[in-house]
C-alpha cells in the first residue's frame, strides 16, 4: 500500500486496516439470519393468499424446527380448499390447513423444544399459542401483527401472557434480505461452443438433426461448432484442463 492509499483507508475506517483485512460489517444479524430464514421457508407454502413461516432456534442459536403453512402431510393440496371464502366454512381452507408455528414444532429435529424461540412472520393465533406453551418454547419473535383486533389474537395474548412467555416485535433494519445464486461466482452458464473430436456419425439422422439445431442457433459470424482443428489443440485443451500437467 503505498502513502496515498493508506491515508484513504486511515480516511475511511480511522483504523488503517484495509477494508478486505478486516471482517464484514454487513453481516446478517441473528435476529435478521432466523426471520429471514422464516420469510424463505414461507416461499414454500401453496396457500395463494397468505404465506407465513417460522423458525425455531434454541439457546445456542442454533435452528431447531422450520415450517410454514401447509395442509397436513399425505392429504393431497389439490384436493383441498385455498379459498378463505365460501357458503360453507368446509369449503374453506381453515378447517384443514396447518399453521407455520405447528409444523416448525412438529418438524424439530431435536428432542424438545423448550426454553427456545420461535421466530414467525405473522403473530401466532390462538391455536398455535397453545402449541408454543405445550412445547415448551419461552419466547415469541414476530414481525407483523396485522390481525391483533381478532378474538383468536387476544385469546392467543392472554394464554402467552398466563404461561409467561414473552413476545416482542422483530424491528428490521433493512427492508430486504436479496439471495443472489450468482454472489459465489457464475450459476450454471450456458454452453456457447461445440467442439468435436469426430464426426464419423455424420449421416446418422440423428447427427444430422443436431447440426440443424445447431446451426439454427449459429449466425454466419458466429458458428457454434466446429471439428478441432489439430493433435496440438487437443493436447493444449487435455493441458489445460489436467490439474497434474506441468
Ligand atoms: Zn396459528
Excluded at 415450517?67 to 374453506?92: E, I, K
Excluded at 408454543?132 to 387476544?154: A, C, N, R, W
Aim: charged share 25%; hydrophobic share 35%.
Amino acid at each position: 500500500m503505498n502513502l496515498e492509499e493508506k491515508k484513504t483507508c486511515d480516511l475511511i475506517n480511522g483504523t488503517g486496516v484495509p477494508a478486505q483485512a478486516r471482517k464484514r460489517q454487513d453481516y446478517l444479524e441473528w435476529s435478521e439470519y432466523f426471520m429471514a430464514v422464516a420469510f424463505l421457508s414461507a416461499q414454500r407454502s401453496k396457500d395463494p393468499s397468505s404465506q407465513v413461516g417460522a423458525c425455531i432456534v434454541n439457546q445456542e442459536n442454533k435452528i431447531v424446527g422450520i415450517g410454514y403453512n401447509g395442509m397436513p402431510n399425505g392429504c393431497d393440496d389439490d384436493l383441498l380448499p385455498w379459498a378463505r371464502s365460501a357458503d360453507d366454512r368446509l369449503d374453506t381452507k381453515y378447517p384443514y390447513v396447518c399453521h407455520a408455528e405447528m409444523n416448525a414444532i412438529m418438524n424439530k429435529n431435536s428432542a424438545d423444544v423448550k426454553g427456545c424461540t420461535i421466530y414467525v412472520a405473522l403473530f401466532p393465533c390462538n391455536e398455535c399459542a397453545k402449541l408454543i406453551i405445550q412445547s415448551g418454547i419461552k419466547d415469541v419473535v414476530y414481525l407483523s401483527d396485522k390481525y391483533h383486533y381478532t378474538p383468536e389474537m387476544e385469546a392467543s395474548r392472554r394464554l402467552l401472557d398466563l404461561a409467561r412467555i414473552t413476545y416482542r416485535q422483530f424491528q428490521p433494519k433493512r427492508k430486504k434480505i436479496v439471495i443472489d445464486f450468482d454472489s459465489v461466482g457464475p450459476s450454471a452458464q450456458r454452453i456457447k461452443h461445440v467442439v468435436y473430436l469426430s464426426n464419423k456419425y455424420a449421416q446418422e439422422v440423428e447427427t444430422r438433426a443436431s447440426v440443424r439445431i445447431l446451426d439454427e442457433a449459429s449466425t454466419p459470424e458466429n458458428k457454434i461448432y466446429r471439428q478441432f482443428e489439430s493433435r496440438q489443440e487437443v493436447h493444449d485443451l487435455l493441458d489445460s484442463i489436467n490439474p497434474f500437467a506441468e
